[in-house]
């Protein structure tokens, strides 16, 4: 396939990545970034690259990557919550500053002979290029121009992007309690003297805070002051005299873009403009490179244009699929945080860590076995002997790991759930049961049964998950939650539990099938329901 000519939207990590690669596939094609900015005037602060992008950046473009990792910045993580900490190690995940990526990546773009243009707003529809990569962001201009049948889906809670000047000694999440509502951080060093620390909130919180006002007032290129003032104050103790920065920095709405199609004629999108996942699984930045590689390959591949660009969709979307349903549940989890709060700590860094069915508690167990066993102690009040076995080791009954079918042999004592057994002096109430799992027989407990029936969607929907919060919010005996077999509706069913579960008297069960044992062993240790029937 020939092409002579390709312009690429938007300066950002995805596009200039892609316009290295191609240029260094195909050294005779002129291949230019057209970016509205000015170097050295970017916004944002950190960016996150966990070691798999890291692996697939190595075998794309090491040289690149090499100076990326000469100014990132490796660290741990740690949450806490009312003066108790618990961590785990990730040494894998390092940060880089967006301004020193954007340098290394400019700077090896020309290097490869990609020309670069800045300060001026160009359209797909003025470019005389062979092949346009709309790699335009989240706003993308070039998506709303063209017929990609692209979907955006707004969040509940509101979020902003600020900065400190120091380098914290871990990643951190961490809850602060106010007048107003809860406020949680997450926060990590990305260089020797600072750190990205993103806030987030409930609507009520952020309109009693008065936050609706400020953000209205606010210009597109102004930072709000008066949210980083108030939040120093909030967040002083994890800040050791430092204040927050700002840069550009206002209270958003997470938007989830979806599209039907990531190209239109000779227009693909690439990143954010072709689809977004929430902050919380990983950074924009990390899916648009990786989108620059699957292209990059596509072009190479392929007879024609059209071929080539079917091709790169089909290559990534599966992938994009499963983080973006990785990623709504993160998001709703993350959305209903201060829910959680009488968790013990290390109890709720076990239900982050299985928030979205993405690592099983005996994966989580094999690394971080001391957070694991405290968490089992306080969920089950007893010792359990299995924390820190491999993962690879199996039930032979059921092909599930030990600590799974440890968890679903529990007794329930209603009385003591969430609490540590230190401080537990209240005997077990008068209901109990032997074991986490019952007979699939609502009848047998008098149960409401709720049927959700199977998703639509496979991370389900915030209107499935609170449409069925409100049906079953009256129950006060036992509520039976059932459904499909497939593991996304299973999964909603979970996230349905737990909503009502904290926000309910009732007793709760979730139905599903034996093949996802693990889930619903990593589910009653979150404290998402209360008992299981598998059939």
């Known amino acids: ?44 602060f950190g960016v996150g690259l966990a070691a798999r992008t890291q692996r697939r950046l190595a075998e794309a473009d ?20 009312g003066g108790r900490e618990a961590g785990m190690s990730v040494s894998s995940l390092v940060a880089v500053g967006r301004a020193e990526l954007l340098s290394v990546l ?37 998506r709303a121009a063209g017929e990609f049948g692209a979907e955006v889906e707004v969040g509940t809670g509101w979020y902003l992007w600020a900065g400190t000047d120091v380098a914290l000694p871990h990643a951190l999440f961490a809850p602060e309690r106010t007048e107003h509502g809860v406020f949680v951080t997450h926060a990590y060093p990305y260089a020797a003297n ?49 204040r927050l920065i700002g840069n550009r920095t206002r209270w958003l709405q997470f938007r989830t873009v979806r599209c039907d199609r990531w190209h ?24 648009a490179m990786e989108d620059a590689i699957a292209l990059v390959h596509a072009l190479g591949e392929a007879d024609d244009l059209e071929s080539a660009l079917t091709a790169y969709e089909g290559a990534r979307r599966p992938a994009v699929t499963r983080i973006q349903d990785i990623a709504e549940r993160s998001r709703r989890w993350w959305e209903t945080f201060p829910e959680r709060l009488e968790l013990p700590v290390e109890q709720l860094l076990v239900a982050y860590m299985s928030r979205a069915g993405n690592v099983p508690l005996d994966r989580f167990a094999a690394s971080s076995p001391e957070v694991v066993h405290t968490a089992l102690r306080q969920w089950a009040g007893e ?43 209240e005997p077990a109430g008068p209901r109990g049961f032997d074991a986490r799992v019952v007979p699939d027989d609502p009848a047998a407990l008098d ?12 991370s389900g929907s915030e209107e499935v998950v609170e449409k069925a919060v409100h049906q079953g919010a009256s129950t006060t005996g036992c509520l039976w939650l059932t459904g499909a077999d497939e593991r996304g509706s299973v999964l909603t069913r979970l996230e349905v539990a737990e909503r009502l579960r904290r926000r309910t008297p009732a007793l709760v069960v979730v139905a599903g099938p034996e093949a996802l044992r693990e889930d619903f ?9 209360h008992l299981v029937a598998l059939r």
Not at 62 to 81: E, Q, T, Y
Not at 211 to 239: G, I, K, M, P, Q
Not at 264 to 287: E, W
Not at 410 to 423: A, M
Request: proline content about 3%; some cysteine.
């Open 521 to 529: 062993a990593d589910a009653l240790v979150a404290d998402r329901t």
């Open 194 to 242: 600072r750190s990205t620390f993103l806030v987030e909130t409930d609507e009520a919180t952020w309109r009693a805070a008065g936050f609706d006002r400020t953000t209205a007032a606010l210009n597109a290129d102004e930072s709000d002051s008066t949210a980083l003032e108030y939040l120093s104050d909030v967040f002083a103790s994890h800040l050791d005299g430092h």
């Open 106 to 142: 400019q700077r090896h773009a020309e290097d490869a002979g990609v020309k670069l243009e800045f300060g001026a707003r160009r359209t797909a529809a003025e470019l005389d290029a062979d092949l346009v990569i709309a790699a335009d962001g989240v706003g993308s201009a070039s």
């Open 447 to 458: 149960a409401t049964v709720l049927d959700l029936g199977a998703d639509a969607r496979p």
């Open 383 to 425: 010792e359990c002997q299995h924390c820190g076995l491999a993962d690879t080791e199996r039930h032979n009954r059921h092909n599930v790991g030990p600590l799974a079918e440890w968890v679903l042999t529990r007794s329930l004592r209603p009385s003591t759930q969430g609490q540590d057994p230190e401080v537990i002096d």
């Open 264 to 287: 239109d004629g000779n227009v693909v999108l690439l990143g954010d403009a072709a689809h977004t996942a929430h902050y919380s699984v990983g950074s924009g930045t990390k899916l």
């Open 1 to 44: 396939m020939n092409l002579e000519r390709v312009a690429v939207l938007g300066g950002g990590p995805g596009g200039l990545y892609a316009a290295r690669l191609l240029k260094l596939a195909r050294p005779d094609c002129e291949v230019v970034v057209h970016e509205q900015g000015v170097p050295d005037e970017t916004f944002g």
């Open 62 to 81: 090491p040289a690149s990557l090499d100076d990326i990792l000469g100014c990132a910045w490796s660290h741990d993580m740690r949450m806490r919550v």
